[in-house]
């Protein structure tokens, strides 16, 4: 059985920085394209970021260099971290595993979600 649970949000002032943690169970990072996706509320879900299962990441351009996926490989993890927060990053993080090795995925699976609320 295929899990992912994401942690790590919360809330942040503008300017300072979150890093969301994906951990996968069932499936290993290094067969599958992941990804991050968010939604705000009122707004439909975004892709952010992914990152293909040979470890290619790759980013929206909305992203401007803020966001940075890292690959924890011996937790079978993938990380996202969020500089410079602005209010507009507030939003529901989830991550995604897909039912291929490049991105875009395909998103067969998803996890919960976490909460990043970014005050001014």
């Known amino acids: 059985q295929v899990q992912l649970v994401e942690s790590g949000g919360g809330s942040a002032e503008t300017g300072g920085s979150l890093t969301l943690s994906c951990a996968v169970s069932?499936?290993?990072?290094?067969?599958?394209?992941m990804a991050w996706f968010r939604q705000a509320p009122g707004k439909e879900r975004e892709v952010v970021a992914c990152i293909s299962s040979g470890g290619t990441p790759i980013y929206e351009d909305f992203t401007k260099a803020r966001f940075t996926l890292r690959r924890i490989l011996s937790k079978n993890t993938v990380n996202l971290q969020i500089d410079n927060l602005q209010p507009d990053d507030t939003a529901m993080y989830y991550c995604?595993?897909?039912?291929?090795?490049?991105?875009?995925?395909?998103?067969?699976?998803w996890g919960q979600g976490t909460q990043v609320t970014v005050s001014s």
């Open positions: 995604s595993a897909g039912g291929g090795r490049t991105c875009p995925i395909s998103s067969q699976y």
């Open positions: 069932g499936l290993s990072i290094t067969t599958v394209g």
